[in-house]
């Protein structure tokens, strides 16, 4: 009987806005600053991790997640928002293509549906828009074979002398690594590289000066740091810094040897000591 | 003779060759023993080398047809792009499917239908490995012609698909129409 | 023992249905009409158990006809075939399904070309260039696989549906009372008048 009664919060207001969205877009921004770097080879996504109290464990806690093995995500806004999503978008992928093409979903796929599930909660009845805004990185396997990418590549450049590109640079048909937002609305954007969350601005005037096309992923991780770098608030270390890469396969995460043909996931976190031996590098 | 997998009859094979694969169906549909069409054909596309054979009731192959188009469109306009011709393209592939949905991955040859029986024996003793088109055209061909010639149900023409890299030729068997 | 025959020739389909309403032994009637118009230039004949027939029958005509009216054009006798086939197939795996078979004939509107779709009561689904169903399959198709041709005129498909009907007169058991003919033609839907009164010898 209730839900009868229920009507959507996010309404037009006179003048054409829907002020509950500009209100979620607000809490990401007062969020903790989270960046994403495609490069040519993978992506890199990272963020601060803040702990209000000294007596506060930030070993348990994690903003960056794995949603399938070839994707990750981070965010910054409302924490419990995010939790809410992450769990969403693990399922949606199982059930909405997994267990319907027995793979998991490429990129833009579970980018939209995790886009319709945000876009959902600005006109349904009775619910609050997520305070949260996402950056969603993941490799997708090509669909053409390696020959005819090069060839594809060729007959782009057409007659003209123009410089080839090198590797794989994303999309459906090529393959290779992809970086979305998406934001409370529900609208997503493809990125190279982009910021989020309170001193997005800051960060992504830093990033279009350090951003450059051809970028390998170790130089990503070195561009994510220092950007991190201009923003933080506390110390850098590899306790307070999270970070996630798209990267080659991580067999060595596969709990098996030997067996043909089985590849590792590309999205993994990096440990404490990896982040450390990046910032002792910075 | 009135399980639903009898009634109207038909047999399907599909071979994998050297650099492609072979695909093949008879065109009769029956009533039992009474012949109603020798033009039923029962092999469908869904994207530029992808074929599904089907064998069984004759409704059901309609309208399991008609719903593998519905969803494969959809993947299509949701994805934008042809589904899988990745594996096809990398390495030819065939498999079949029972009633019930046990998939079944062959490296050699598939048979469904009334003349199964027939179409293995003809599958075990013409099929080699490695089969250049021409030559897989030519097996499979014989091999569903022999076949379907032991069965009353299947036969009446046949269409056979050879399936190679960036090309599919589709051929029309006369068979006896008797 | 009903009987439903179908021939398409160069510019025409033709529709022959028994004129005979049975229940159990007995004839109710003898110039029941197993027939319903569709559209300007598609014909349905059906058969099979009582009361399906007739519902289902009308059924879809009132459909074709509501298509019609909502979208001043007829749908095209392909179109209606597998739009009978969808209904047929859906009912198949319902709680009550239809037992009808049907023939559907029909001259496409703008290319003129005959067609002739044979349905069971499973919803298989053939085109065909001449069909029947029931009892009359039996003795028609051989002698449909000799004489037809594509391009017989209307006068030598009536020939040739004489013939068939002539030898169901001669085989079937029991009297069927005749038969309602019908022509579907670019010009719209005709009735064919037949001679029900020729007696012909058995064999």
């Known amino acids: 009987m209730a839900d009868r009664y229920s009507f959507s919060l996010t309404t037009f207001s006179p ?82 293509y997994k267990r319907i093409y027995n793979e998991y979903p490429p990129t833009r796929i579970l980018v939209q549906d995790v886009a319709r599930v945000m876009q959902e909660a600005t006109q349904s009845g009775g619910v609050r828009p997520y305070g949260v805004s996402l950056l969603i990185a993941g490799w997708d396997e090509g669909i053409l074979p390696e020959g005819d990418e090069e060839k594809e590549a060729e007959e782009a450049a057409g007659g003209d002398e123009k410089k080839k590109p090198s590797g794989k640079t994303g999309g ?19 990125w190279k590289a982009t910021a989020i969350g309170k001193s997005a601005t800051t960060a992504k005037t830093f990033l279009e000066k350090r951003y450059t096309e051809g970028l390998e992923l170790e130089d990503a991780v070195h561009i ?30 596969l709990g098996v040897e030997g067996v043909e043909g089985a590849r590792g996931p590309r999205f993994r976190k990096l440990t404490p000591q990896e982040i450390e031996d990046y910032l002792t590098n910075l | 003779m009135s399980s639903p997998f009898s009634i109207n009859g038909g047999a399907c094979v599909a071979m994998v060759g050297k650099d492609c694969v072979a695909i093949a169906c008879d065109l009769r549909l029956g009533l039992q023993a009474l012949t109603v069409s020798n033009n039923f054909p029962k092999i469908f596309q869904y994207g530029d080398n992808v074929f599904l054979g089907l064998t069984g009731l004759a409704t059901d192959l309609s309208t399991v047809s008609d719903l593998f188009r519905y969803k494969v469109n ?45 179409l293995y024996g003809m599958c075990e003793s013409l099929w080699e490995p490695n089969l250049a088109p021409e030559d897989l055209f030519e097996t499979i061909s014989q091999a569903l012609m022999s076949a379907v010639d032991r069965d009353a149900l299947s036969g009446w023409g046949a269409y056979v698909y050879i399936i190679e890299k960036d090309k599919v030729t589709k051929r029309l068997l006369k068979g006896r129409q008797d | 023992m009903e009987v439903l025959l179908g021939i398409t020739g160069r510019d025409f389909t033709l529709i022959a249905a028994s004129k005979a309403a049975m229940r159990g032994a007995t004839i109710l009637k003898a110039s029941d009409d197993k027939t319903r118009q569709l559209n300007k230039h598609t014909l349905m004949a059906f058969m099979g158990e009582a009361g399906d027939t007739v519902q289902f029958a009308e059924y879809i005509q009132a459909n074709a006809q509501l298509y019609s009216m909502r979208n001043e054009t007829d749908l095209s006798p392909s179109a209606l075939a597998h739009f009978v086939r969808g209904e047929l197939a859906s009912s198949l795996r319902s709680r009550k399904p239809y037992n009808v078979n049907l023939l559907l004939g029909g001259v496409d509107p703008i290319t003129h070309k005959p067609s002739l779709y044979w349905l069971d009561y499973l919803a298989a689904l053939a085109p065909l260039p001449y069909a029947a169903h029931g009892y009359a399959q039996y003795y028609c198709l051989s002698i449909l696989d000799k004489h037809h041709h594509p391009d017989i005129s209307l006068e030598q498909g009536i020939k040739l549906l004489t013939l068939c009907i002539d030898e169901l007169k001669r085989r079937l058991p029991v009297d069927f009372k005749g038969m309602v003919v019908k022509a579907v033609t670019k010009d719209g839907i005709v009735d064919i008048e037949f001679d029900d009164d020729k007696v012909v010898k058995s064999a």
Request: hydrophobic content about 40%; proline content about 6%.
């Open chain 1, 15 to 96: 003048s054409g806005k829907l002020v509950q969205i500009e209100y979620a877009l607000n809490a990401v921004n007062q969020g903790v600053t989270a960046l994403g770097i495609k490069a040519t080879n993978g992506i890199v996504l990272a963020t601060e991790k803040k702990s209000s109290s000294p007596l506060a464990d930030p070993s348990s806690l994690s903003k960056i997640s794995l949603i399938t093995p070839n994707i990750g995500m981070v965010y910054s806004g409302m924490g419990p928002d995010y939790r809410v999503l992450v769990d969403k978008a693990r399922k949606v992928s199982h059930t909405g």
């Open chain 2, 74 to 118: 959809m993947y299509r306009l949701r994805e934008e792009r042809n589904i899988a011709p990745k594996t096809f393209a990398n390495l030819p592939f065939i498999c079949g499917f029972d009633s019930i949905g046990c998939i079944d991955f062959a490296a050699d040859f598939i048979v469904s239908g009334t003349a199964t029986d027939q």
């Open chain 1, 172 to 190: 459906i048909l090529k393959g290779g690594p992809m970086l979305y937002q998406v934001d409370p609305s529900g609208s997503y954007f493809p």
């Open chain 1, 224 to 253: 994510a740091l220092l950007t991190l770098k201009e923003t933080i608030e506390g110390e850098m270390n590899g306790e307070t810094i999270e970070i996630g890469i798209v990267g080659p396969p991580a067999d060595h995460l």
